[in-house]
C-alpha cells in the first residue's frame, strides 16, 4: 500500500478520526478526575489503543475498497447481468438500483457500439465495392484515349486526360478516407525508392502537366526512407495535383523536387517547391483541416480532402511536414522521414 493511497484514506475518513479524537479527550478528562495517580499510563494507552484502531480500520477500509474497485472495473469492461450481481453484492443493496441504472445504460451504449462498428464495416465493404466498380469504365476511358487519340483534337484529348485524372484522384481520396477511418489499417513498411515512384506519378500526371504548360525540375536522389509504397505514392500525387491546379497562368510555372539530408533535424527529406499562387498567411495554420478551402477564390473550387489525407497519412507513418507559403508567391512543402 503506498503512502499516497494511505493519506487519500485518512482523508476519507476524517470526519470519523475528528470524532474519535474527541471522544478520547473527554475520555482523557474523565480520567485525569477519576485517577489522576494513574492518570499518564491510561493516557498511553488509550493513544495507543487508538492509532492502532485507526491503523486497522484504515487497512480494512483499503482491502474492502480495493475488492470494489476490482468488481467495478469487470463490470464497466462487461456489463453483464452476472456481473452486475457481484457489483451489487460488493457495494451494498442500497445502491441496487444506482448500479442498475448505470448497467442498462452501459449495456445500451455496448449495443450501440457494437451498431455503429457494424455499420462501418459495411461502409468500408461498400467503399471498397465501389471503387473496384468505378475502376472498369476508369479502365475503358484509358483504353479509349489512348487507341482512339489519332481520332480527336489535340484539344479534346487533354480535357478528356484531365477529366480521367480527377477522376482518378477523387476515387483514391476516397479510397484513402475509408482506410485511414478504419478499425486497423494496414502498412506495408519497406526500403521504398522516392525516385522510382516520383517517375510513376509524374507520367500519370503528365497530360496534366503538359495542358497547364508546368515544368517540372527534378534534383531528386534515392534517400535511404522505410514506408509505405501506396500512401506514399498518394500522398506525392496529391501535393503535386495541388501544384498543378494552383499554378500561376500568368507566369512560366514549375514544380521544383529536392531530396536530401537535414543536418539540424537528422532526418531526410523530400522538398517540393512551386511558383504557384500560394497561400493566404491567415488560411495556412488550416491547410491539413478536413474541408477547408480557405478563401482563396480558385480554392472554393476544392473539396478540401486532399492536404487532410496527406497529413493523416504521414501522422500515421511519423513523417513531418513542415509548409511556407506567401500569397501569390509559392508554395512549400516539405517531408521529414522518420529514422531507421
Avoid at 493519506?7 to 479524537?21: D, F, G, H, N, Q
Avoid at 537528422?266 to 488550416?286: A, E, H, K, M, T
Avoid at 501569390?328 to 516539405?334: A, K, L, N, R, S
Amino acid at each position: 500500500m503506498k503512502l499516497r493511497d494511505w493519506l487519500t484514506l485518512v482523508k476519507l475518513s476524517r470526519a470519523w478520526i475528528v470524532l474519535l479524537c474527541i471522544n478520547n479527550a473527554f475520555f482523557i478528562f474523565l480520567a485525569w478526575v477519576a485517577y489522576p495517580e494513574t492518570f499518564k499510563l491510561l493516557v498511553g494507552i488509550m493513544i495507543v489503543f487508538s492509532i492502532a484502531s485507526i491503523v486497522l480500520a484504515i487497512f480494512h477500509v483499503w482491502k474492502g475498497q480495493t475488492k470494489q474497485d476490482k468488481v467495478f472495473y469487470k463490470f464497466l469492461r462487461d456489463p453483464s447481468p452476472e456481473q452486475e450481481s457481484g457489483l451489487i453484492q460488493s457495494i451494498g443493496e442500497i445502491q441496487k438500483e444506482k448500479v442498475n441504472d448505470l448497467a442498462n445504460k452501459l449495456r445500451m451504449l455496448n449495443d450501440q457500439i457494437d451498431e455503429v462498428k457494424l455499420r462501418s464495416l459495411d461502409y468500408e465493404d461498400f467503399i471498397e465495392s465501389w471503387v473496384h466498380e468505378i475502376k472498369t469504365p476508369i479502365s475503358l476511358l484509358n483504353f479509349v484515349l489512348h487507341n482512339r487519340k489519332e481520332e480527336m483534337s489535340e484539344l479534346v484529348y487533354q480535357r478528356l486526360e484531365h477529366a480521367k485524372i480527377n477522376i482518378n484522384d477523387n476515387v483514391e481520396q476516397i479510397l484513402f478516407y475509408a482506410r485511414l477511418h478504419a478499425a486497423h489499417v494496414d502498412y506495408k513498411l519497406e526500403r521504398v525508392s522516392i525516385n522510382h515512384y516520383f517517375e510513376d506519378v509524374l507520367l500519370e500526371l503528365q497530360s496534366l502537366l503538359d495542358e497547364k504548360d508546368v515544368k517540372v525540375i527534378s534534383q531528386i536522389e534515392d534517400v535511404p526512407i522505410v514506408s509505405d509504397e501506396r500512401a506514399l505514392q498518394f500522398i506525392f500525387k496529391q501535393i503535386l495535383v495541388n501544384a498543378v491546379k494552383y499554378s500561376n497562368e500568368k507566369i512560366e510555372s514549375f514544380i521544383w523536387l529536392k531530396t536530401g539530408f537535414d543536418i539540424v533535424k537528422n532526418q531526410y527529406y523530400l522538398r517540393i517547391c512551386d511558383n504557384g499562387i500560394g497561400v493566404l498567411n491567415s488560411d495556412l495554420p488550416f491547410i491539413f483541416d478536413k474541408g477547408f478551402t480557405g478563401d482563396n477564390t480558385k480554392r472554393k473550387q476544392s473539396t478540401g480532402i486532399g492536404l487532410y489525407l496527406v497529413k493523416k497519412l504521414c501522422d500515421e507513418l511519423q513523417i513531418e511536414i513542415d509548409v511556407e507559403s506567401k500569397y501569390e508567391d509559392g508554395f512549400v512543402i516539405q517531408f521529414l522521414f522518420p529514422e531507421i
